[in-house]
């Protein structure tokens, strides 16, 4: 039976904020180096002479298929221009298999940008890997990721990068009123401090709302939007940022099933490389549907310019097999919008 080989995890303390730092290691005979530049003290932004906005990218349901390395791939490309990548789940698609695992590693320690990038991970379906043997979930997870303050197992944390706030959910622990997923979140979202961050943002595997027919009554995504959606709204989050679905949407500001200026901006990233076919649940999309496609694989990247104004846009990356018609798509920007924070929106 294959097992991983021994993973170290090293925490730094000390770091000066948005500064370049350049780090290498060794083990045995082997030895690599790269560079990072650490995010911005809470509430500031990049100061020369990096002076610039903040650019995240997201991204979801990755795998290690050949639509996974164009995604990544493109990345790559992009490198240059990213601060931080939010993987909404589903990683490798390992299912307890070790050597899936390993191989994602390798497939990711191709790039430079993963040496460079802070890359933080919500856990999904497809990564909670059940151990027949000792009956404990998520190990391979745990084991290879470690996001501070690294509580609660890894399955939910949260994180400051400049002027905005991170909240990591799990959509497989219990977020009813009274666990301790639930209450840490509302003592999240009560703590923190808008004139500091104000952008929030909150990502977890499962959408709260879909307009694809797969998964769209699973109890994960229906419960969530009984529990959560109301916070959510209470407290203004930003954007909602999800995959499980393999295919892309974007909400406008939604409550209640309704377009709301307040409401958060529901996005669904699941289109990172593992497929991109995502049959609708309507023909005609729902009234707070934005955008939508089932036949691109993709990223997005979420650029905050100031305190008022961020913007989305979605780059494909690739067509699902069943699209392609032998030829090599335009890569490019299929959905570039403004968003005005809905912070500073009135509240009709």
Same mark, same amino acid.
């Given at each position: 039976h294959y097992f991983s080989d021994v993973h170290f995890h090293i925490e730094i303390d000390g770091l000066r904020s948005g500064s370049r730092y350049y780090y290498e290691f060794k083990i045995i005979a082997q030895s690599d180096h790269s560079t990072f530049i650490t995010p911005p003290s809470p509430g500031q932004w990049y100061a020369p002479p990096l002076d610039r906005t903040l650019k995240f990218a997201v991204l979801g349901d990755l795998a290690t298929r050949s639509h996974s390395r164009e995604t990544v791939s493109k990345l790559e490309q992009n490198r240059l221009r990213i601060d931080c990548i939010l993987l909404a789940g589903d990683i490798a698609y390992a299912n307890a298999d070790h050597e899936v695992w390993d191989s994602w590693m390798d497939m990711m320690s191709d790039y430079d940008f993963f040496k460079m990038i802070p890359v933080q991970i919500a856990i999904g379906n497809h990564d909670i890997d059940y151990d027949s043997t000792t009956l404990e979930i998520g190990l391979a997870y745990e084991n290879r990721f470690h996001f501070l303050p690294y509580q609660y197992g890894n399955a939910f944390y949260s994180f400051t990068f400049g002027p905005s706030k991170h909240i990591v959910l799990s959509s497989y622990s219990s977020f009813l009123p009274g666990s301790v997923q639930y209450e840490w979140l509302?003592?999240?979202?009560?703590?923190?401090? @808008?004139?500091?961050?104000?952008?929030?943002?909150?990502?977890?595997?499962?959408?709260?709302?879909?307009? *694809?027919? &797969?998964?769209?009554?699973?109890?994960?995504?229906?419960?969530?939007?009984? &529990?959560?959606?109301?916070?959510?709204?209470?407290?203004?989050?930003? *954007?909602?940022? $999800?995959? &499980?679905?393999?295919?892309?949407?974007?909400?406008?500001?939604?409550?209640? $099933?309704?377009?709301?200026? @307040?409401?958060?901006?529901?996005?669904?990233?699941?289109?990172?490389? @593992?497929?991109?076919?995502?049959?609708?649940?309507?023909?005609?999309?729902?009234?707070?549907?934005?955008?939508?496609?089932?036949?691109?694989?993709?990223?997005?990247?979420?650029?905050?310019? +100031?305190?008022? &104004?961020?913007?989305?846009?979605?780059?494909?990356?690739?067509?699902?097999?069943?699209?392609?018609?032998?030829?090599?798509?335009? *890569?490019?920007? +299929?959905?570039?919008?403004?968003? $005005?924070?809905?912070?500073?929106?009135?509240?009709?």
């Open positions: 509302l003592s999240e979202l009560k703590s923190t401090d @808008r004139s500091i961050t104000p952008w929030l943002i909150v990502m977890l595997h499962c959408p709260i709302y879909t307009t *694809f027919d &797969h998964h769209h009554d699973e109890i994960f995504i229906t419960e969530a939007r009984i &529990h959560l959606e109301p916070i959510f709204v209470e407290y203004v989050v930003n *954007f909602v940022l $999800s995959g &499980h679905i393999h295919s892309y949407m974007r909400t406008v500001p939604t409550a209640n $099933s309704t377009a709301h200026p @307040r409401g958060p901006i529901y996005i669904i990233q699941g289109n990172g490389g @593992r497929q991109a076919n995502e049959p609708f649940m309507n023909e005609v999309p729902e009234e707070w549907v934005k955008v939508r496609d089932h036949s691109m694989y993709g990223y997005g990247t979420l650029e905050l310019f +100031n305190i008022t &104004h961020a913007k989305w846009r979605w780059v494909k990356t690739g067509y699902n097999n069943a699209n392609d018609k032998g030829y090599q798509p335009e *890569f490019g920007i +299929n959905d570039n919008v403004w968003i $005005s924070n809905q912070l500073y929106v009135a509240n009709d």
